[in-house]
């Protein structure tokens, strides 16, 4: 039989150990936080503190950019969603740099504008909601069409015609009960169109660091 009163302070030692862990991660964090407040020019520094305030509450943060996905991708599966948060919610780095804890403020304080909901509704369903029947199966389709699609992206496989676009094209046809068609192809096409361009701003500032 075990030692009631070893398990009694392994547990202790594992308790005060995480407990360790936390306390210094906040502070990792918060150097992070204080460089980056001191890389910026005088004239960028007010604009950069109100951000950082922002994610002082690192997990909180994580938390709110989980249910402002939430409520966009509402009629996603759970166990889709939980699928699309491992891949495209990012946490916060255990040893953040300040460019680190910078990237995730300016994250965390564009879903906190109300435009930023519109715009990404908007490109979600692609052209405009009224039109989807079956949200459900729409987001699923795209979301199947995203899994297809990963090992070409990862593979530097430039984008081509093929079954993972018929599988999107199908995806948004069924939902809106209407063929694919040069139409509606065109209207995806113009929808996209932002959020192409959003996507190379994010690649030329990921460039720049």
Known sequence: MSNPAAVSITDALAAERRALDTEL???TWRR???????NATPAERATRVAQLAAVQDRHGAYDELVAFWSRLLAPLPSATFDGFVSMNIPAP???P?????????ELATTITDPAMAH??????????????????????????ACEVVGPLVEARI?????????RFLAAHAAARGEPDSPRLRRRLLSAGAAHHW???ALALSTERQ
């Open 119 to 144: 715009a990404m509704t908007r490109q979600l369903w692609r052209i405009d909601d009224t039109d989807v029947g079956d949200k459900r199966a729409l987001i699923t389709g795209v979301a199947e």
């Open 25 to 27: 991660g906040a502070l």
């Open 198 to 200: 959003l996507y190379r």
């Open 32 to 38: 992070a936080s204080l460089l980056a407040v001191e």
């Open 93 to 95: 780095p255990a040893n």
């Open 158 to 166: 430039a984008p081509r015609s093929g079954a993972e676009l018929d």
């Open 97 to 105: 740099t300040a460019a680190h804890v910078l990237a995730y403020a």
